[in-house]
């Protein structure tokens, strides 16, 4: 059965039950029909619960499986009668009618109402959207109507939650003024107002970092705020709904927190800190995962979410695939295998907390199984196996009983680099500490920007690197785990509001296209209101 024909088949409980489980009060949540719900920002059971990452090799078109193994993983320490929960981020439209598709996991391990989740959901993402919109609209008005903050130059950009490759440079005329400029989308995913909402703790503080937002820049290249435009409350107004986490529910009638989306190879890749910070008071064991391969998801989520947010992990699982290996070697899976232990290496550099988990698969052959388990077992580092795709939560039972023993452990977690130290170490620490690479290459113009956020006060942030996902390297056919490679610095921006740089690697979009095979030409939905191709 197609990953949709299963979740049809699934008997949803009432969402109230999922909230009783928790311990929540039916007045702390606000229905979205029967099998959603929001929850409100002020729950907090006083629990002080065991959080563990779910992160993997490098991304396949095969799929590794993050989300199915968190989702599995979450079943798992259920059925041996912990108290758990899987927190997740919001799937965005990009990827749904692109290549990827869905983000709600797979087989029998998912999260439901799978078709809600995948579209609109409870409309998180376009509340985003109208947000950051609304504040390009206001700085345009602005503009239009006298221009008297003086803004010669702007830097933020509007954003829509699609791959839409037309809208990646546009022309903005300001009717009969005899103004324009030029322009661009992000998609929504990967935009600052994202960011900010991911990374706020409270609405004081939502409102704060959109009111830190650098809009643009003066003719003296003075930054010009988005609390100068007076509009802080407005945009703030359209995100009143959507900063409250989502409840829903696996397969299996386990709880699940969904919130937030931002992508992890042009943005941080978490979900938000609230819903984190909300699941870890409500429960004993948290399970959530970092987008693509631990050198973007994981490396942020550590570098960035967790000095922010002041939580640590307790256990890291790092996942693979046969497949994915091979494809990573070049059909070699002991060329691939390197991939996965430079993975693990790089995360042992933030904790020994961790356990290998390889996503198996009925065509996966003994030998290849066994040759992995060696492997990593030599290493000294633990392994395990999780069918959870095909078994749902009993799938993941050993794997399961392997981390809330790893969860006893004292927590060793240290950041890869301080904050305070310069702007070029700190990216050369996660160009050579986790990339590997032989030499990292700025351009004059970055050299620049550089310098100006050092003399200007935003040296101490951390770095969210946005690079391809697919490699180590800024260049997605290096597969594997290359040597001897340079990285190309070939941007840097200051996203204030969200309160990181981002430093663009080799050639990288923030806005992607569809494919000439995407998925929505699969997708349908017939008199009944039946949808297919939704995977």
Do not use: W
């Not at 919109?133 to 008297?148: F, P, R, V």
């Not at 829903?248 to 009638?253: A, F, H, K, S």
């Not at 070049?330 to 996503?359: A, F, P, Q």
């Not at 399961?400 to 452990?409: A, D, G, R």
């Amino acid at each position: 059965m197609t990953d949709i024909e299963i979740s049809k088949k699934c008997i949803m409980k009432d969402i109230k039950s999922i909230a009783s489980r928790l311990n929540i009060n039916e007045n702390d949540i606000e229905l979205y029909g029967k099998y959603k719900a929001k929850l409100n920002l002020n729950i907090n059971n006083n629990k002080k619960g065991k959080l563990i990452l779910v992160t993997s090799t490098n991304p396949t078109p095969y799929g590794e499986g993050k989300t199915t193994i968190s989702i599995g993983i979450n079943d798992g320490l259920n059925k041996i009668g912990k108290d758990s929960i899987v927190v997740l981020r919001e799937p965005s439209l990009g990827p749904v009618f692109g290549i990827k598709g869905g983000a709600t996991g797979g087989g029998y391990s998912q999260v439901v109402p799978m078709e809600d989740i995948n579209l609109h959901f409870t409309g998180d993402i376009h509340a985003i959207e109208m947000a950051n919109n609304l504040l390009c609209a206001i700085i345009d008005n602005h503009i239009y109507q006298g221009n008297t903050l003086g803004i010669d130059k702007v830097v933020f950009n509007r954003c829509v939650d699609l791959n839409d490759r037309a809208l990646r440079n546009v022309e903005i005329k300001y009717d009969n003024k005899g103004l324009t400029r030029s322009d661009k989308f992000n998609i929504t995913v990967a935009s600052e107002m994202m960011a900010i909402l991911c990374l706020a703790t409270s609405i004081d503080d939502l409102k704060t970092k959109i009111g830190n937002i650098i809009i643009g820049y003066t003719k003296d290249n003075k930054e010009i705020y988005a609390r100068e435009l007076n509009c802080v409350g407005a945009v703030t107004l359209l995100l009143k709904d959507a900063i409250k986490p989502n409840l829903v529910q696996t397969l299996e009638g386990n709880p699940a927190i969904i919130h937030g989306g931002p992508f992890a190879n042009i943005a941080h890749g978490c979900n938000s800190i609230i819903a984190t910070n909300m699941a870890l008071s409500l429960c004993d064991y948290v399970v959530t995962e970092a987008g693509f391969g631990a050198d973007l998801g994981a490396e942020k989520f550590l570098d960035i979410k967790c000095p922010i947010a002041g939580i640590k992990p307790n256990c890291i699982v790092i996942n693979s695939t046969v497949r994915s290996l091979k494809y990573n070697g070049n059909g070699s899976l002991e060329d691939g295998i390197l991939n996965l232990k430079r993975h693990v290496e790089n995360i042992s550099k933030y904790t020994n907390n961790i356990i290998v988990c390889i996503n198996k698969f009925n065509e996966d052959k003994d030998e290849e199984i066994e040759y992995i388990i060696n492997y990593i077992t030599d290493l000294g580092y633990q392994i395990e196996l999780c069918t959870s795709y095909e078994n749902g939560g009993n799938g993941a039972v050993k794997l399961s009983q392997k981390i809330v023993e790893i969860c006893e452990n004292d927590i060793d977690y240290k950041p890869l680099y301080d904050y305070s130290d310069s702007i070029i170490n700190k990216i050369n620490t996660i160009c050579k500490e986790i990339y590997r690479s032989k030499n990292i290459i700025y351009t004059d113009e970055v050299i620049d920007k550089i310098k100006y956020y050092e003399n200007n006060g935003f040296k101490n942030l951390p770095i969210c690197i946005a690079k391809t996902q697919y490699s180590f390297t800024d260049n997605p056919k290096l597969l594997g785990a290359p040597n001897d490679f340079d990285m190309n610095v070939t941007d840097i921006k200051l996203s204030n509001g969200a309160g990181f740089i981002i430093v663009y690697m080799g050639n990288i979009m923030t806005m992607p296209g569809l494919g000439k095979n995407s998925a929505y030409l699969n997708m349908d939905i017939d008199k009944d209101g039946n949808i297919r191709g939704l995977f």
